[in-house]
């Protein structure tokens, strides 16, 4: 079976439930929209923002689409979806994505970043916005060297947006008493929860009318077992539903029903 066989069954303009979404093609449910306007307030306001949620929740998802409402010309997004590269790694990265040629010892490199956060930030006016993705693997070293980029204006305004995105051990781990200069300047806490057994239909017909089918393609015992198993979150609702037309398909049903979706729960459990 190929995707062009799956895609003329169905009658789709293109593939549904695909992560490769614009911004503006998103799906707004409550999560995500709340997710997005407070990721929003903590850039306008350069504050350090922690955003959890389980993995598949939608927390890349919502910066992403935060960062596309910023006007590109007042803005610049570093992204770092690798923390585990340590604190030269972290302030190299940063330097790197504004332009400059990391300079090899420590010692050198940490005024190199605060100078580059700077001139990006007091010389071409624009707001940094600094994204640290899955921190909840990032180690104490580099949280805390993040904290001093964050805290170089001697608290005075700071010099740019930290957004710490991770699981909700991330949280947990910034309540230790070695994390509390950090803690105590954290601006925002949001924690992204999944979708109710709504906004998962709303979800599902989300995908499917971008694809084009603006019909009742899934039903509704389906939709409930893949919110019961997915647990709400979008990227596990993704996968199954899917996978559940997949099932269909190779039984030859015009409709994903609910034995469509539990083939689709055991081949997915068995991954």
């Not at 007091?122 to 964050?150: P, Y």
């Not at 010099?159 to 991330?170: E, M, N, S, V």
């Not at 015992?221 to 709400?232: E, F, M, N, T």
């Not at 037309?245 to 030859?252: I, K, P, Q, R």
């Given at each position: ?143 805390e060297g993040l904290r001093c ?52 239909a709303s979800y599902i017909t ?66």
């Amino acid at each position: 079976m190929s995707i062009d066989q799956l895609r003329t069954h169905y009658s789709f303009a293109r593939m549904p439930f695909s992560k490769d979404l614009a911004p503006g093609m998103l799906h707004h449910h409550r999560a995500h929209a709340e997710a997005v306007a407070r990721i929003s307030w903590c850039i306008s306001e350069r504050a350090i923002g922690v955003i959890t949620g389980e993995c598949g929740s939608g927390k890349t998802v919502a910066a992403r689409a935060a960062m596309a409402d910023c006007d590109a010309s007042r803005h610049t997004v570093v992204y770092l979806g690798t923390p585990g590269v340590g604190t030269r790694g972290t302030y190299a990265a940063i330097v790197s994505a504004l332009g400059g040629i990391p300079r090899f010892h420590a010692a050198s490199l940490i005024p190199q970043t605060q100078n580059a956060l700077a001139v990006e930030t007091q010389e071409r006016g624009k707001t940094v916005t600094v994204i640290i993705d899955e921190a909840h693997m990032a180690d104490a070293e580099t949280l805390e060297g993040l904290r001093c980029l964050a805290n170089a204006g001697m608290d005075a305004a700071p010099p740019f947006c930290l957004l710490l995105l991770g699981q909700p051990t991330l949280r947990r781990r910034l309540r230790l008493g070695a994390f509390t200069a950090l803690e105590q300047r954290v601006g925002l806490r949001y924690a992204l929860t999944g979708l109710d057994l709504p906004e998962c239909a709303s979800y599902i017909t989300h995908h499917l009318t971008l694809a084009g089918r603006s019909d009742h393609l899934f039903s509704d015992d389906a939709i409930a077992l893949i919110h019961q198993v997915s647990r709400g979150l979008p990227r596990v609702i993704n996968n199954l539903a899917l996978q559940s037309l997949v099932a269909a398909f190779a039984a030859g049903k015009a409709i994903v029903d609910e034995s469509s979706a539990r083939a689709a729960v055991a081949e997915v459990a068995a991954e």
